[in-house]
Structures are given as C-alpha cells and as structure tokens.
C-alpha cells in the first residue's frame, strides 16, 4: 500500500505560479500528476520515472510547469507557471507500480486526495 498526499494549491491570479507537493509512504516506479475539473474527465497533466528521472507531459502544460522529485524526501512536486485559468482544477497524484500507458489514468495504482487549483483574478 502506498500512502500519497499532496498540498500546495489554492488560489492564484492568471499568469502566476504555484508549487503542488506530493509525500509518498514510497516512491514508485512512475509518479504522475492528473486534474480533474468539474464536470470533466480526469486528465494527465505530467509524470517522472523514478528509473531515470524521464519526464512526461501533456501537450496542454508543456513548457508552463515542471515535474521533479527528491527521492530522500519520498517527495514529487510540480512546478506550475503562466497559470490560465483553465488549469483550474483538483490536481491528484499517483503512482504506477510497472510500465505501460503512462498518461492513462486506469493504469495508476495507488491515488491521493488531490488538493484544489483555482486560477482567476
């Protein structure tokens, strides 16, 4: 069993920044970022190989926030500039035991609680 929870949200002006933390019991084989909005499906934002440190993104973030991890802290955080607010969202973390479709929600095992991203002015 994995334990996963993330902090860091809130509310933040269009164009600002906001860094999500997550704290894993342990880190997996991949750890991933999804959001949901309301009335949405739950979507990939971005996601880091504990192997390598390999990152993923969605094409709807990239170059606006970053992925990273401090393995002695069991920690995994994203950086998230330029906010629109089409971000606004519950970012969730996750995190996948094996390889395979990386972007694909299903394929996560284990899921925190997800903490709330509000971007608007």
């Known amino acids: 069993q994995v334990q996963l929870v993330e902090s860091g949200g809130g509310l933040v002006q269009p164009g600002g920044s906001l860094r999500l933390s997550c704290v894993a019991s342990?880190?997996?084989?991949?750890m991933g970022w999804f959001r949901q909005a309301p009335g949405k499906e739950r979507e990939f934002v971005a996601a880091i190989r504990r192997s390598d440190s390999v990152t993923y993104y969605a094409d709807s973030v990239k170059g606006r926030f970053t992925i990273s991890s401090d393995y002695e802290k069991n920690t995994v955080y994203l950086q998230m500039n330029s906010l629109k607010s089409e971000d606004t969202a519950l970012y969730y973390c996750?995190?996948?035991?094996?390889?395979?479709?990386?972007?694909?929600?299903?394929?996560?095992?284990?899921w925190g609680q997800g903490t709330q991203v509000t971007v608007s002015s």
């Open positions: 342990s880190v997996r084989s991949f």
């Open positions: 996750a995190a996948k035991l094996r390889g395979g479709r990386i972007m694909t929600s299903s394929e996560y095992d284990y």
